[in-house]
């Protein structure tokens, strides 16, 4: 047993004791009444612990770094190019659209392109369908922009003096179109709230692999998922070795008593590499939350479920899954998530949700 287990053990024995919870909790209560109660009580509080929060400043700081000294490094996805082209495409369906705009980011957004372009010849170059895209959203953007501005016709002398890859096509799909192009669904909301219903967390499953061409086809649902500035700031690491998973996911605190029988693990990373502001740094999580909501409903639908597994920001845990997965600093562990098979003599818990009424309100007053 490691010696974090038996701390935890002893731990759990001791709060068992009622004395020694009531201590606890008496003690807890006059600390955070303290470090709670202001800014100044919290940057106290956290002097003492600075670990707890330290990992993550780390993080925002290492992704701040290597997200400029990517710029001129061959890679798969050029994300401040996304996030351009992306605000190129807000610009270009605004009512009404203004004849120039965008001039505050336009040069900076073709010079990134260019360097896409030379990434192209690259064993590890640019991802062509993001190629494409950004080469669609530009032809669009300056084919509706007044040319006369000095800035926007700099911007597309430099647009226009290297030509596009051969295999990049002109799609209009692939810049703004009119959502009355968008397709029908086939989906009832009944049908929905019956896919919502029958997803719940098992984890329990047949001793059988989970093929990875399912998997697969629950990403191509997973990448619709809306993400800020469509930068897509995740990855998703499968483990089907069952070593490999059971090591994994014997890390998390989570998995105790279920972890050597899981046929697939996901470990869904965040990569802060991909902002340049701090501001940004919550959002790896909510875009790597909302991808993995749609991936496993669409698991739902090949028969596989699956049960996310909880990843607390604990300090020994953050670094031994740092080692063991050989995470960057700005890589960080969102979640686990098994997957396979459901065992159908297998429980699974009833988790009753809360009320409508309790999660919403309307017109709430102001101050």
């Not at 209560?29 to 400043?57: H, K």
């Not at 700099?154 to 959502?179: F, Q």
């Not at 500035?229 to 014997?250: G, L, S, W």
Request: hydrophobic fraction near 40%.
């Amino acid at each position: 047993m490691s010696v974090f287990k038996k701390i935890k053990r002893v731990a759990k024995q001791a709060l068992a004791i009622p004395t020694v919870r009531k201590t606890y909790e008496t003690a807890t209560r006059a600390v955070l009444d303290v470090g709670g109660s202001s800014r100044l009580g919290a940057t106290i509080y956290s002097l003492p612990g600075f670990l707890t929060f330290n990992r993550e400043q780390y993080a925002v700081l290492a992704g701040r770094r290597a997200y400029y000294k990517n710029f001129t490094k061959p890679r798969r996805s050029h994300v401040e190019l996304r996030r351009n082209v992306h605000r190129l495409e807000k610009g270009l369906v605004m009512e009404p659209r203004r004849p120039v705009f965008a001039r505050d980011y336009i040069l900076e957004t073709v010079e990134f392109y260019l360097e896409a372009v030379k990434g192209t010849d690259q064993i590890s170059g640019i991802d062509p369908a993001e190629l494409t895209w950004a080469h669609n959203v530009l032809e669009a953007y300056f084919e509706a922009v007044d040319h006369s501005d000095p800035v926007i016709a700099r911007a597309l002398e430099g647009y226009r003096s290297v030509s596009a890859p051969v295999d990049v096509v002109i799609d209009r799909h692939l810049s703004p179109y009119e959502h009355s192009e968008v397709s029908e669904s086939d989906v009832s909301y009944d049908q929905l709230l019956a896919l919502a219903r029958r997803r719940r967390s098992v984890r329990w499953f047949e001793p059988r692999p989970v093929p990875r061409e399912l998997l697969d086809r629950a990403m191509i649902v997973a990448r619709e998922a809306p993400t800020a500035c469509n930068r897509e700031p995740f990855e998703f690491r499968f483990f089907d070795d069952p070593e490999t998973v059971q090591k994994v996911a014997n890390i998390a605190q989570g998995a105790g008593g279920y972890a050597h029988q899981i046929p697939t693990l996901a470990v869904v990373i965040g990569r802060l590499d991909y902002y340049f502001s701090p501001r940004d740094r919550h959002v790896p999580y909510i875009d790597a939350s909302l991808a993995g909501m749609q991936f496993m409903l669409a698991l739902e639908t090949e028969g596989l479920s699956s049960s996310i597994i909880n990843w607390p920001d604990f300090e020994l845990l953050e670094a031994k899954m740092q080692r063991t997965l050989g995470l960057a600093p700005f890589e960080r562990v969102v979640y686990l998530m098994a997957i396979g098979y459901p065992r159908s003599d297998g429980f699974i818990p009833s988790s009753v949700k809360k009320s409508v009424d309790v999660l919403r309100t309307y017109d709430a007053p102001t101050k």
